[in-house]
């Protein structure tokens, strides 16, 4: 999953939010330098993709993929899923996603010590275009993709995927929708576990 779908996992603890979100820029065990609520963060951001990479769901909107864009079709498929929940938003959240992105903006700009390199790197160009908000339209995705296609020196082909996104925009719309509600299960029932510890 990418950047919206890792946040509203976390549910209302900011530090789990927060260590979810950053979880891509912390290799290995460096997760021990933080403080403890964000390292919970960060395992649970590791939960969630170890159960979305092995779930058959997730491995069919792949292989729709694989075949063009091989190994990047996983990170494509991160990035549609995020495309669902937020243009579709209003089914899992009752505050509106504009509201709730620029809450979540403040949260990390108000908590720049924990924040990794890497993050207060990109931080300020995600909140510039407003990201959370951008995957909720169809041209808004094809620019995100084109980011990505840049940052892979254009071999990925990944701003293509848009196509094929709208050829089979059903298909994956229903697989995001089954393989979501498995997640939201999966991941309430381990962010509890991660709170209790």
Do not use: C
């Not at 979810?20 to 964000?38: C, H, M, R, T």
């Not at 669902?84 to 089914?91: E, G, R, S, V």
């Not at 808004?140 to 020196?153: A, E, V």
């Amino acid at each position: 999953m990418n950047y919206l779908a890792h946040i509203y996992l976390s549910g209302n603890n900011d530090m789990l939010k927060i260590g979810n979100f950053i979880a891509d820029s912390v290799k290995g065990k460096q997760y021990l330098e933080y403080p403890k609520a964000v390292q919970k963060g960060i395992t649970l951001h590791r939960n969630i993709d170890e159960f979305t990479d092995s779930h058959p769901i997730v491995h069919q909107s792949v292989h729709r993929l694989f075949e063009k864009y091989s190994h990047y079709s996983t990170v494509i498929v991160d990035i549609l899923y995020d495309h669902f929940l937020a243009a579709n938003w209003q089914d899992f959240h009752k505050t509106k996603l504009e509201e709730y992105s620029a809450d979540f903006y403040n949260l990390i700009q108000n908590n720049p010590d924990v924040l990794p390199k890497r993050v207060k790197n990109f931080m300020p160009y995600m909140i510039e275009h407003n990201w959370l908000v951008t995957y909720s339209t169809i041209d808004g995705i094809g620019l995100i993709l084109s980011q990505m296609n840049k940052r892979t020196k254009f071999r990925s082909k990944m701003d293509e995927s848009v196509n094929e996104l709208r050829q089979y925009y059903d298909e994956f719309k229903d697989e995001f929708y089954r393989f979501f509600a498995e997640l939201e299960e999966f991941s309430e029932k381990r962010k509890k576990e991660l709170l209790e510890q």
